[in-house]
């Protein structure tokens, strides 16, 4: 029986037991660790991707396979372009990017890389001076500003073939990564832009992520999944998607 390895920080989360339970269903052994270990597969939630296949080639380079399903990347990383591109598909969107002419010294900001997921590559400042200060010693050239935001709740739609899952994410700001528990969907006009966005890209696997601010729904980023070959009518499950990549291991 071949062995999937689950690498986590932490292995008492929900979703590693979840992870260990389709293994198990895919027909392989689950095994949970917090390094790098002998294994036929493994399925990774140690640290964000960077957007490629990169990562998966060189996790590959270990000598095994490997999966990372909570690794996603996002149409564009650049607020400005992701919400430009949402503005053409026809769908409202806060411009969370927009940086005043003449901003306020009150006030928190975020200052985010092109790279930056999951609170990598992200810093809160909470004053202009902050900001101006974190700006100096930045060295990565691509970078946003935007004003933190005080905002009700956070939602994700995941998107698995044709089915939908709806995630309330816990945390309260933009800048750090958050747990998430599972909810119906927040509102009728959240499935009609989750459902318009994904039929303008087609997704196999992806996600939606949405903000409620001053009562209103809004999508802030939108992630498809990189890395693995997957066909849109065996997406039943995230078993089905273990078991087409155990077949590839097989051969």
């Excluded at 002419?101 to 001076?129: E, F, Y």
Aim: charge should be neutral.
């Amino acid at each position: 029986m071949k062995t999937a390895l689950i690498i986590t920080t932490n292995p008492e989360l929900d979703s590693v037991k979840f992870l260990c339970a389709a293994s198990q269903k895919a027909g392989m052994r689950a095994k949970v660790s917090t390094e790098v270990e002998k294994a036929d597969f493994f399925i990774h939630r140690l640290y964000g991707m960077n957007y490629d296949d990169s990562d998966l080639d060189f996790l590959d380079q270990l000598g095994s396979p490997c999966l990372n399903p909570v690794g996603a990347q996002r149409i564009c990383r650049d607020k400005w372009l992701q919400q430009n591109w949402l503005l053409k598909a026809g769908v409202e969107v806060l411009e969370t990017f927009r940086y005043p002419d003449i901003p306020s010294r009150d006030g928190a900001w975020m200052l985010k890389t092109i790279r930056g997921m999951q609170g990598r590559g992200v810093k809160r400042c909470d004053s202009l001076n902050d900001l101006n200060e974190a700006l100096s010693n930045i060295y990565d050239g691509s970078y946003i500003i935007q004003k933190a935001l005080d905002y009700q709740n956070e939602y994700r739609c995941v998107f698995l073939g044709k089915r939908r899952f709806w995630f309330r994410k816990e945390g309260g700001n933009l800048y750090m990564g958050a747990s998430a528990q599972e909810v119906k969907a927040p509102s009728k006009a959240c499935e009609v832009m989750a459902d318009t966005i994904a039929d303008k890209l087609n997704l196999c696997f992806g996600a939606v992520d949405f903000l409620e601010f001053e009562d209103k729904f809004y999508p802030i980023d939108v992630n498809c999944y990189p890395g693995v070959k997957l066909v849109k009518d065996k997406m039943d499950s995230v078993v089905e998607m273990f078991k087409e990549r155990l077949s590839e291991i097989v051969g």
